[in-house]
């Protein structure tokens, strides 16, 4: 037991997330090769315009049904929505938001655009704190994109092209159909003022993705909607990020290397749930945390992976003195 | 007592607009002056002019104060309705100069209002439902009502009347329990406090400073007086209900006001006003025990189906919150009463937030025009407003949401106060849903209305015009529709037959709703044209009809059954193409007319568990129709196929179930455009769809249909056989609509995409490159001279 816990605490989580993330992609983006496919409930951005998605992002069926006529959309005849609902919970619940760090198919994009950067030998570029307390916000403008249009349309105050408003500005739409060579979403659509304002508006988000996540991590996280929903439930859920304050000494580590530059993992040392909005759970934190058990990943309080100063050695390849143990 | 305190940032008082409506006394005082005024001069009103046309009196109290801002303001800030009413305003002054004598213990009863209310109030209001409609009734019975506290607030003290005898004070007391104020104090200046200011300045002998700790602020009503004695009271936003989430001194009555207010309000107007408005009203229980007993007893001129859905719900309601509390208590092991009287609280939100949904839907559509107009009315001149929405209007459906809310909300209370108990995990777990019973009570009530409603529909008798549109467009259609058959034209010999999706005397398309719940069905014209060109529909059909389904077997279909233009209707139970054909054959002059039309459509219901078959989403025929017309499907169809211009359609003319050389196949648009081809050895002739839809851009529709009807004939002489039979030459013509959308290639474009999503990736990136190079300036040190 012990040294399974060993071996889980010296683990190079690099390379770990790196496979699972190619298997998930694989599994999201060319699930329908395989006839897989985990339904239409998925918390993560793996869009259904991709003809041959293994598991659909909730948003898009999430947003046809809020468009129901309100007095249909309120009554017990939308139950499915409510069976929807649910499931994209009981999916969520598990893994809490490991979802947007190891599977989001277009967070792992952004994984490999910041590989390349890193190739490409050029530094990465950080917000200021004030622009982070400020932009922070805007996936819940987001947010309410994806709830609120639909249910204008619902009640009549909108035109039927606002269903899928936010699906229409989300880079996701352009850029993964692009794996199973299919352009048909990179076009500018001039039928309607709505449809040509929300199509070049998408075009333009998608342009910001990929420059925006070549210079700094995980770019778009910050302003997805599906995380700020995630941030909601996500007291609820089974795995979580813990903290122990006492054992902190805020040497910063952990800061430097989030991808999402949440300041609280460093600076929190009062609350013991440290995970934020912006979290992603990529665990890098904990991995680079050189204190015995000031971080960890809990599953129902049990913990699965932990900071430990003999892991955080073996991966900054630190060599141990002889005659000292790890423990 | 302090003079000036540094208020919280949550704190009402030191806002700048809230605050001044809520502390400053002069502006309350005028309010509270202006308030009782109104009351005044509207009972004055109702006396004078009892006629029907006086709005104002209902206007002031039905109207504005009760339901409409008594239940907004209750679940949101609070007891200010308590805090500008009129009988509490002039109690104070009353019983300063009255006898000041303590109440004796049998009316220190809180359930003397809450009966009040309960029987008193909606008892009544059930069995004579107009009463208090009329504005004297209204004045008379305020009057009294006035009279009466009047004389109690003189004899007793500390403002008796609003805590035990005041039909709602009970009532607004439990339900502000979900506000999102407080009243409280400073405790950093309380500690020190030796001299009780808040609590003498309180008519209602309350102890305002003692409201934190006890986490109940007890009677208060928000008048404000404390405030103005103190400046340590504050009066805080706060998280809603959040007393409930913490323990408290529970009150019996306030619980079985939330019980009972439930069950006359909510329930009975479910049961009464909700399902009595179906035509299943008549089977409901009340309704029976109504039609039973009026064989023994004379019920005169009261509603005895009101009052018998009143004495149901009151039965059923009680039973379910006792019977579910008394299984939650046994699994608890805590005594009945602990259990009922501390997780009663959870019914709260119940009937408060549903009722805010009514008063807001009822003044969108009704209680504005009735305020204003009655107002006008009031003070003497006339106003004609429009109200501010209209009866189904989809938008007012918003308010449907709130019942969500409450059912949640309620969930949520029950949960922390659940959470409360000490008893184990495991127990809490298995007592949740048994003390939820009332909840899931209220639910189901409400589910089963909505069922009745679906099943059995709207009584029609009542609100008449509120039918759905589907009805209404087909009263419509049958005042103007010609009800002799004989008055429909038949088809000439040679007019061909073939389906239409739209009923053409019709000009509106009307499609069903409801579709959520039930199998999706078509419903299809067979029309001819006649030779002016008009589409004209069938009076009867005389042909047979046919329909193969998903799964390629035979399936049924019926025909309309009221005169007037036939149609004829099928359920599409499974994803995939359903073909309806019709075939007649009617012998004219030596001549075999075969006259055949199909009508080909896909059901798609987007699920994900929807699977493409190539078997089953072929082009089909049958062998009862003896000439047809196939689509030929392309490689790549998928579930997502459809037409567009510039694209090809290949179709298939089969006589016999074989594939038949030199039939004529013509495709005509709507657009009059037309073209016709001779079929190849394969049978198959190939056309291609032109682009004949252009319109500007403010009335381009993507999603345009461009109907067209492919007609294929062919003459051939009869089989020696056949000659017998009394013709010597058979024509065949055979139908098939389908349409198409305009091309994408028409309405967008890729290369201002692609250069939309490039310009801004090189604008962005020499953004950055720009300011990175600008903060990159390499270090210039800064000297100083430290000589100087």
Redesign the interface.
């Known amino acids: 037991m012990k040294k399974i816990r060993e071996f889980i605490n010296k683990a190079d989580i690099r390379k770990f997330r790196f496979w699972l993330q190619l298997f998930f992609f694989i599994i999201f983006i060319y699930g329908g090769y395989f006839a897989i496919n985990l339904g239409n409930s998925i918390p993560v951005f793996s869009c259904g315009f991709d003809r041959e998605v293994g598991g659909m992002c909730y948003f898009l069926p999430l947003q046809h049904q809020l468009a129901r006529p309100l007095d249909v959309l309120l009554s017990a005849a939308s139950i499915s929505v409510l069976i929807g609902f649910v499931t994209f919970l009981l999916w969520f619940i598990v893994f809490n938001k490991a979802w947007c760090g190891y599977a989001c198919p277009l967070g792992t994009m952004q994984d490999w655009i910041t590989g390349l950067r890193k190739k490409m030998g050029i530094r990465f570029s950080t917000y200021t704190q004030p622009q982070f307390e400020k932009l922070k916000k805007i996936k819940y403008i987001m947010l309410a994109l994806v709830i609120l249009s639909p249910m204008a349309v619902g009640m009549g105050l909108l035109d039927r092209e606002w269903v899928t408003a936010f699906c229409e500005i989300c880079p996701g739409r352009m850029i993964t159909p692009l794996f199973v060579g299919d352009i048909s979403q990179w076009s500018l659509d001039f039928s309607t003022k709505t449809a040509m304002i929300l199509t070049s508006l998408g075009l333009i988000f998608t342009g910001l993705f990929l420059i925006g996540s070549f210079f700094k991590k995980r770019f778009f996280c910050f302003f997805c909607p599906m995380s700020a929903m995630h941030y909601i439930f996500s007291d609820a859920a089974l795995l979580k990020l813990k903290k122990d304050g006492d054992k902190c000494t805020k040497c910063g580590d952990c800061y430097a290397v989030c991808d999402m530059q949440i300041k609280d993992i460093a600076d929190d040392v009062t609350s013991t749930n440290i995970l934020r909005d912006d979290c992603i759970l990529c665990l890098k934190c904990v991995a680079a945390c050189p204190e015995d058990d000031a971080l960890h990943f809990d599953i129902l309080n049990m913990k699965l992976f932990t900071s430990t100063k003999g892991g955080f050695e073996k991966r900054m390849g630190m060599q141990t003195p002889k005659g000292t143990t790890n423990e | 007592m302090v003079n000036f305190i540094k208020r919280d940032k949550n704190d009402i008082y030191g806002k700048p607009i809230l605050g001044f409506f809520f502390k400053n006394q002069k502006f309350l005082m005028t309010f509270k002056i202006a308030v009782f005024a109104l009351f005044i001069y509207a009972l004055y009103f109702g006396f004078t002019h009892t006629g029907k046309d006086n709005t104002f009196t209902t206007a002031v109290f039905w109207g504005i104060f009760w339901s409409l801002f008594m239940v907004v303001s209750l679940p949101t800030f609070g007891r200010i309705f308590c805090g500008i009413c009129p009988h509490g305003f002039m109690g104070k002054y009353i019983t300063k100069y009255g006898l000041k004598k303590t109440m004796p213990k049998w009316m220190q009863n809180r359930f003397i209002g809450v009966l009040l209310l309960v029987f008193g109030w909606w008892g009544v209001y059930y069995m004579f439902p107009g009463l208090f409609r009329t504005a004297q009734g209204t004045a008379i019975l305020f009057t009294v009502m006035t009279l009466i506290a009047f004389v109690i607030y003189f004899l007793y003290k500390d403002m008796s009347y609003c805590k035990y005898i005041c039909p709602i004070g009970t009532l607004t007391r439990a339900y502000s329990k979900l506000s999102f104020t407080w009243l409280g104090t400073y405790k950093s200046a309380c500690n020190e406090c030796k001299t009780f200011e808040c609590a003498t300045a309180c008519p209602y002998n309350l102890k305002p400073f003692t409201f934190d700790n006890r986490n109940s602020m007890t009677d208060c009503t928000l008048c404000m007086d404390c405030s103005s004695a103190c400046e340590a009271v504050s009066f805080k936003f706060k998280k809603p209900s959040f007393s409930l989430f913490s323990k408290l001194q529970p009150l019996k009555a306030e619980i079985w006001a939330f019980i009972l207010i439930l069950a006359s309000i909510s329930i009975t107007m479910s049961f009464h006003h909700g399902i009595g408005r179906s035509n299943a009203a008549g089977d409901m229980i009340w309704s029976k025990t109504a039609e039973f007993l009026k064989n023994y007893i004379d019920f005169g001129s009261m509603d005895a189906i009101g009052l018998f859905a009143f004495v149901y719900a009151l039965i059923f309601t009680v039973s379910a919150a006792l019977i579910g509390m008394f299984i939650a208590s046994k699994i608890l092991k805590k005594d009945f009463s602990t259990t009922f009287y501390n997780l009663g609280y959870s019914y709260a939100p119940l009937f408060i937030l549903g009722s805010i949904a009514h008063s807001l839907e009822v003044f969108f559509t009704k209680g504005y025009e009735h305020i204003v107009e009655g107002f006008a009315y009031g003070f003497g001149f006339t106003l004609d407003v429009a109200p501010l929405a209209n009866r189904g ?3 007012l ?2 308010f ?2 709130l ?2 809310i409450a059912i949640i909300w309620s969930l949520i209370i029950l949960y922390k106060r659940v959470k409360l108990l000490n008893v184990s995990k495991l127990r809490k777990i298995a007592a949740f849903p048994f003390a939820a019973s009332l909840i899931i009570f209220f639910l189901g009530v409400n ?1 089963y209305a ?2 009745i409603f ?1 099943t059995y529909g709207k009584a029609s008798s009542e609100h008449a015009n509120h039918g759905d549109a589907q009805k209404r467009f087909r009263g419509a259609a049958q005042n103007f529709q010609p009800s002799d058959i004989s008055v429909f034209k038949k088809p000439a010999k040679e007019d061909i037959i073939y389906f239409s999706p739209t009923n053409p005397t019709l000009k509106k398309e009307v499609y069903s ?2 579709y ?2 039930r199998v999706p069905g078509r419903e299809v014209w067979p029309v001819f044209k006649d030779s002016s060109n008009i589409e004209n529909c069938l009076g009867t059909i005389e042909a047979e009809i046919y329909l193969l389904d998903a799964n390629i077997s035979m399936a049924k279909t019926s025909q309309s059954e009221e005169s007037g233009c036939k149609s004829i209707s099928f359920k599409m139970p499974d994803n995939g193409y359903y073909n309806l054909f019709y075939v007649d054959k009617k012998i004219h002059d030596d001549t075999l007319y075969v006259k055949t039309a199909k009508y080909e459509f896909m059901r798609f219901n ?1 699920s ?2 929807a699977v493409y078959d190539k078997e089953k989403m072929a082009g089909h025929t049958i062998k009862e129709t003896p000439f047809d017309i196939v689509r030929v499907r392309e490689d790549d169809e998928t579930f997502y196929h459809n037409l567009y211009s510039g694209e090809k359609i290949s179709v298939q003319v089969l006589l016999e179930g074989r594939a038949i050389e030199g039939a004529d196949v013509t495709l005509s648009t709507k657009t009059l455009w037309s073209k016709t081809l001779k079929t190849d050895k394969d049978g198959v002739a190939t056309f291609t769809l032109i682009e004949d839809y252009f319109l500007n ?1 403010s009335d ?3 999603r345009h249909k461009n109907e067209f009807l492919l007609t294929a004939s062919y003459t051939k002489n009869a089989s020696a056989d056949a000659k017998g039979n009394g013709y010597e030459k058979v024509k065949y013509s055979a139908t098939y609509p389908a349409y198409y959308y305009p091309n ?1 290639a028409q ?4 290369a ?3 250069s ?6 090189i604008f ?2 020499f953004a ?1 490159y720009w300011y ?1 190079a600008r903060r990159e300036k390499p270090f210039k040190e800064v000297r100083f001279n430290e000589e100087n």
């Open positions: 209007n989809s938008w459906h918003i449907g949401l019942k969500w589910m909505g069922y679906k709703r409801g959520y719940n987007h994900h568990d851009w381009f529709d993507k994408s309405y967008s474009s890729y201002y995409g692609l939309a999503a490039i310009i801004t990736m962005s990136g950055i990175r």
